[in-house]
């Protein structure tokens, strides 16, 4: 297996995990089941791209003590999710999550108390997640799976794609359009 398949099977192992995270969280607050995401797969690509600084940052804190590792994740997950709010708002013309509410937010995308939560992902996934997820990449580099990373990322791409194109705003007005064209 070349690094760029290890590469997406982390990718793909924290996007489905974090989706699940998510998933739970969101369905026992919201007390519905809910799809975290915004594709329709179980994969939360922030998750995955969080994953994957957490796996590479590990080399970098290896020598530094837990406070370090709290700071570094509180700063880089939190312009992560600052990046990606404003990114996804743009694409899908929905916001997917507003901290609005909470005491010094950041344009509502960021907050502290979520922050919090990341520093605790990345402290916990760095120590417990990520050593799991090694052993398994490396089972499947022998396993020679890189057809099945072909065709995951080839589903992630497609759910991406028709996402994009087909969200609730775009599907509203093409509806609306259609109304008007085809009114008797």
């Avoid at 404003?86 to 901290?99: A, H, M, Q, S, T």
């Avoid at 417990?128 to 589903?155: C, E, H, K, Q, W």
């Avoid at 791409?157 to 599907?171: G, M, P, Q």
Wanted: with cysteine; charged share 15%; net charge positive.
């Amino acid at each position: 297996m070349r690094i760029d398949d290890s590469v997406f099977i982390y990718f793909l192992l924290f996007s489905v995990t974090g989706w699940i995270i998510e998933f739970i969280f969101r369905s026992l607050y919201e007390r519905r089941i809910v799809n975290p995401g915004m594709l329709h797969g179980p994969w939360l690509p922030l998750y995955g791209f969080g994953g994957l600084i957490m796996h590479l940052s590990r080399v970098l804190l290896f020598h530094y003590g837990i406070l370090t590792a709290a700071v570094y994740y509180f700063t880089v997950f939190s312009l992560l999710e600052l990046g990606a709010g404003i990114l996804l708002e743009k694409v899908f013309d929905r916001r997917y999550w507003d901290y609005s509410e909470n005491r010094f937010n950041i344009m509502g995308y960021v907050c502290p108390l979520y922050s919090m939560g990341w520093v605790i992902i990345g402290i916990a996934g760095s120590r417990f997640i990520l050593p799991f997820f090694t052993d398994f990449v490396s089972v499947l580099a022998d396993s020679g799976a890189f057809y099945l990373n072909r065709m995951i990322l080839l589903i992630m791409v497609t759910d991406l794609v028709i996402s994009a194109l087909f969200t609730e705003a775009r599907l509203q007005k093409l509806k609306e359009n259609l109304n008007r064209i085809f009114r008797w």
